[in-house]
């Protein structure tokens, strides 16, 4: 199967912090809990682009996503940021 990125050049530049994120993080297995205002504020653009970037690479191949869920203040199960793994 075949998945051209919208915008190649930005979602890579997404890739290779993912990547190089999660090689300095865990070596060995390549995974990485990486929150999307991380990603945010590690690229200079907004939530929204960074959404749509992480969706193009998972559609890709290249990733795999996990959403995680966190509690809240009044114990609450909310989704938060995806988690996953640089292929």
């Known amino acids: ?3 051209r990125l919208a915008r190649p050049e930005r979602a890579r530049r997404c890739a290779r912090k993912l990547a190089e994120y999660g090689y300095r ?3 060995e297995s390549r995974t990485a809990d990486i929150t999307v205002t991380w990603l945010m504020r590690a690229l200079g653009k907004s939530r929204r682009t960074v ?3 992480l969706r193009q690479l998972e559609r890709a191949g290249y990733i ?4 995680i869920h966190a509690r809240t203040r009044d114990n609450q199960t909310t989704p938060t940021s995806p988690r ?4």
């Open 1 to 3: 199967m075949t998945c």
């Open 25 to 27: 993080k865990n070596r």
């Open 51 to 53: 959404q749509r970037y």
């Open 64 to 67: 795999a996503v996990e959403v």
């Open 84 to 87: 996953g793994t640089v292929a």
